[in-house]
């Protein structure tokens, strides 16, 4: 099996790793660099739970190559909070009970955080619609949807 | 719910405390078993059949062996010779660990490989070879009860059909007298098909076996974890595992929903692996894995008949069911009750006669009957009862909620005795209903969908009145494989007065971490913040049955009240000492015991946990901690009316739910913020089989539906924001009036949405229709009614 040195970004910090062709963004962020807060659900690109933000745009990390990031910025839900002050998202999620098992949420949160880079006040249904490729079997969605709107208002 | 009893400070019952378990997971720093990683660990991967039934001829693993990195095949061979390849099920059949002779199912575990990564793993098992000889398949209930049918469980010596239980309840000849004399009966056949609880996280453990000390570790996706530590104990006693050297860690759990009660082969095959290799071993399933091997719920075939009067008073239901339990009975129902509580199936309606007969059936599936979010069989029982009731009330012509408010048992009826032998507790299911009536305004609906229909659009509404039972023990009645429904709760004031609470129970999801502490608080009147709640460790948790069929709350938070009682009455006998008064002469207040006529002389719970590791009265044990073990006196019945609005593209055959109101009551609430949570989640995986999960198979047994490819779970589209209310009927029985939640709208959702679909076309003749009502198969009514765009 082909061996390849990569360097990636991560929140902020530069890693330098040695992989093989075949491995799996998810895993190198989960196994090599031990960023377990990316979580793996269905292995098809369906779920989201592997959702990070690749230079600023959000993909799902069971379906990229380790390879495929060399030389990109990553960001996981590890790196939201700055400076120990949680993002607007975060509090959000945490005072809505946009939470239940917690397994779907990092993933959850970096799709929304990419929509709320590119629109600061979405509607519901822009909410829904861009959050529609992650799944979530606890919440019903409901208090997601109020969660994203709450960080939408503290960041206004 | 009565006046809140303490302040949000310390947020005892009935504050919508923000949860204490949410810091980690918002930052990605919960703890999943696949977040694990333990010195050397090797991985794990499994060899599937793709056949559904089939003789093995033989297994090939030298090319596997010779790959750099692989350790290890394991295979039903290996484990014979421990008398390992075969294990009990929760409900008392056999199920496969590994086959020697024969797969039973498309996708059984025929070996497993063991690697230094999981990558080396997966190539090891392409590379096992095995040879298949294929047998006859049967996946038609129907078929595989025939007479004639060949004997798939040719493993048991004596069985000569395909049958596995047969189950009556109720007086068959007072019923059907009942029916010869009724003015007016109904009949309706129905499916419940089989669907998957598909948790985000899927299963998967780490088996750790220590050669030193003999001492077994697994790190389990388990929702029951001291019940699997003597499952464990019992399965694998005779090759040296001890119950004391077994502890299992269930960390957090991304979801469970039933799908986490059960052993599988994987959880097992992990441990055989380590105690062989003497190294942790990861099995971490893939979704296609679970989806295809898994935890299967429902799949009962229904015949159901309702008798009534020309007013529409109920008289009398008889019911006819066929239950696929695919090639093992792996259901997790309580061991007297082999189709679960369905004789709850009276539902909420004062009916005077009933009966049901329950066959179950093998076929070549993977082993089916575990919940989905339903406490054991109640889903399928609430169905049947809400649906006939709406056929009952087309047939008479009168509106589904005057026949319900007809029917209803009322309030002064409770505790109320059901024909089929539940005592109800306590129930206003006429409350619930009107003010469902009232919030959704269930009038000006009708008026509309008048005015809708003379417009040629299919607009319907829709009705269901359920009742749940929960909450089981009593142990009296409610075992699995011998062990008493019991919960557990253990509690330890520290000296400076915080507190640790140790539960019996296993969190999902559901928000333990915070429920438990406040009832802990409202009890003691320490802070919830202050209480730390911990389950999931058999070495430190006190024994417990775990959690699934709502029964947290009912049973462990019983326990978690009685224990913090427990304390308070040693409490009071220091707070005596201190105060230097007779016991009787003091009054509890929440956190304090004061003196009665003299409130400035009093102690706090603080003070008096501090006295009692450092100035306790001469003749008492010093410590403040009590443990207690919670047998309820009776089950619980949480029960809710829902009102569901749909509109029919009459194009495309989609069903898109336009609104939905749904009136709980649980009975008296700790966190009502966790209680709607409990409920939008719980409404969403009752539409998602009313409108779309279902996994059927081809004639030769291939699954259909075995990824998220097929398999679809509702996204944020096709869920509506659910409206909810409630009211609020204690249960007489609990220590404080709780009920349970979790599941009450999964089993209450599904006919409401049903009940609204076949309303939008009942006036084209329309009087049921299936489940998943898909736009294929809500289009074809429309065709065959000339109806579709």
């Avoid at chain 2, 427990?566 to 015991?593: M, N, T």
């Avoid at chain 2, 249960?731 to 599904?750: D, L, N, Q, R, Y």
Wanted: proline share 5%; net charge negative.
């Amino acid at each position: 099996m082909a061996m390849h040195t990569i360097k990636v970004t991560v929140n902020g910090e530069e890693h330098q790793a040695t992989v093989e062709s075949r491995l799996l963004l998810v895993h190198l962020l989960r196994e090599n660099l031990r960023l377990t807060g990316t979580h793996i659900g269905c292995d098809t690109t369906h779920c989201g739970a592997c959702t990070i933000l690749l230079d600023g745009q959000p993909v799902k990390s069971c379906t990229i190559l380790a390879v495929q990031a060399d030389g990109h910025q990553l960001t996981t839900v590890e790196g939201l909070e700055k400076d120990g002050k949680l993002h607007a998202l975060q509090q959000g999620f945490w005072d809505k009970h946009g939470l239940q098992c917690g397994f779907c949420t990092p993933g959850m949160l970096m799709t929304s955080c990419a929509l709320l880079e590119r629109n600061k006040k979405p509607t519901e249904l822009e909410i829904r619609e861009a959050i529609s490729g992650n799944l979530c079997r606890c919440t019903g969605y409901v208090n997601i949807v109020k969660a994203i709107q709450s960080a939408a208002e503290q960041q206004a | 719910m009565a006046e809140l009893k303490t302040t949000a400070a310390v947020s005892g019952m009935g504050h919508s405390m923000k949860r204490k378990e949410d810091p980690r997971f918002i930052r990605g720093k919960g703890n999943y078993v696949d977040d694990i990683q333990l010195p050397g660990m090797l991985y794990m991967d499994i060899v599937r059949s793709p056949y559904a039934h089939a003789k093995i001829k033989s297994i090939n693993t030298e090319k596997a062996l010779k790959i750099p990195g692989v350790l290890a095949v394991i295979t039903g061979e290996t484990l014979a010779k421990y008398n390992l390849h075969w294990m009990p099920t929760l409900m008392s059949d056999t199920q496969m660990v590994l086959p020697v002779e024969k797969v039973m199912y498309q996708a059984q575990e025929v070996a497993a490989v063991i690697a230094t990564s999981r990558y080396i793993a997966a190539d090891g098992i392409e590379a096992v070879e095995v040879e298949y000889e294929p047998l006859p398949v049967i996946v038609d209930p129907f078929k595989s009860i025939l007479p004639d049918a060949p004997v798939l469980r040719t493993d048991k010596k004596d069985k000569k059909d395909n049958r596995i239980f047969h189950w009556e309840v109720g007086d068959r000849a007072a019923t059907d007298k009942a029916f010869n004399e009724a003015e007016v009966v109904v009949k309706q056949d129905m499916h419940i098909p089989r669907i998957h609880v598909a948790s985000i996280e899927t299963c998967g453990c780490i088996a750790d076996f220590d050669r030193v000390n003999g001492k077994l570790t697994v790190y389990m996706t388990t929702q029951a974890p001291h019940a699997i530590r003597t499952v464990f104990a019992l399965v694998a006693g005779h090759v040296g595992l001890s119950e004391e050297k077994i502890r299992i860690i269930s960390p957090d759990l991304g979801g469970g929903f039933g799908g986490k009660v059960p052993v599988y082969p994987g959880y097992v095959i992990a441990v055989a692996a380590s105690v062989v290799i003497g190294k942790p071993v990861k099995w971490i399933e893939d979704r296609m894995e679970n989806l295809q091997a898994d935890s299967f719920a429902r799949d009962y075939h229904i015949h159901v008949e309702m008798a009534a009067k020309k007013d529409g008073t109920m008289t009398a239901m008889r019911c006819k069911t066929l239950a696929d339990h695919g090639y093992a009975d792996a259901a997790a129902n309580p061991s007297k009750f082999p189709a679960g509580l369905f004789s709850i199936c009276t539902g909420s309606y004062d009916l005077k006669q009933a009966f049901c007969e329950i066959d179950g059936v093998y076929t070549n599936k993977p082993p089916g009957g575990v919940a989905y979010r339903c406490s054991f069989r109640v889903t399928e029982a609430v169905h049947m009862i809400e649906r006939i009731t709406d056929v009952l009330a087309q047939e008479l012509k009168m509106d589904p909620a005057a026949l319900r408010m007809k029917n209803f048992i009322p309030k002064e009826k409770f505790p109320y005795k059901s024909v089929l032998g539940w005592e109800y507790d306590s129930g206003d299911y006429a409350g619930a209903l009107k003010l469902a009536m009232e919030r959704i305004d269930y009038v000006g609906l009708r008026k509309e969908q008048l005015e809708k229909r003379a417009k040629g659009e299919l607009m319907g509404i829709g009705i269901s009145s359920f009742t749940e039972i929960v909450g089981a023990g009593p142990s009296k009645h409610f075992d699995i494989l011998g062990i008493k429904m019991f919960d557990s709760c253990e509690i330890r004031i520290h000296p400076t007065g915080k507190a640790i609470a140790r539960f019996g129970t296993k969190s999902q999801g559901q928000g333990h971490e915070t429920t438990y502490a406040q009832i802990v608080a409202e009890e003691l009147g320490i802070p919830a913040s202050a209480v730390q709640v911990e389950e999931g460790d058999t070495d430190t948790a006190p024994y417990g049955l775990g959690t699934y069929a709502s029964r947290s709350t009912p049973t462990a938070g019983a326990a978690g009240a009685m224990a913090a009682r427990k304390i308070r009455e040693k409490a009071k006998k220091i707070a005596a000492y201190l105060l230097e008064v007779s016991p009787d002469d003091l009054v509890w207040e929440v956190g304090k015991f004061s003196v009665k006529g003299a409130p400035q002389r009093s102690k706090t719970i603080a003070e008096i946990a501090f006295a009692a590791y450092t100035n306790h009265p001469q003749g008492m044990e010093a410590g403040l901690e009590a443990v207690s073990y919670y047998d309820p006196p009776n089950l619980t019945f949480p029960f809710g009316s829902y009102i569901c609005v749909v509109d029919i593209d009459r194009g495309t055959g989609a069903v898109k739910i336009r609104r939905f109101f749904a009136v709980d009551d649980c009975g008296n609430i700790i966190n009502p913020m966790i209680v709607d949570g409990q409920i939008h989640g719980g409404l969403s995986m009752g539409m998602a089989p009313a409108l779309m999960e279902e996994i059927t198979y081809d004639e030769s047994g291939n699954v259909q539906g075995g990824s998220f490819m097929d398999y679809l779970v509702p996204t944020s589209m096709e869920t509506p924001s659910w409206e909810t209310d409630k009211t609020v009927t204690p249960s007489p029985h609990h220590p404080f009036g709780a009920k349970g939640v979790g599941e009450s709208a999964t089993v209450g959702a599904p006919p409401a949405i049903v009940n609204a679909v076949v309303d939008a076309l009942s006036h084209l003749g329309v009087k049921h229709v299936e489940i998943p009502m898909t736009p294929e198969r809500v289009w074809r009514i429309l065709k065959e009614k000339g109806v579709a765009l």
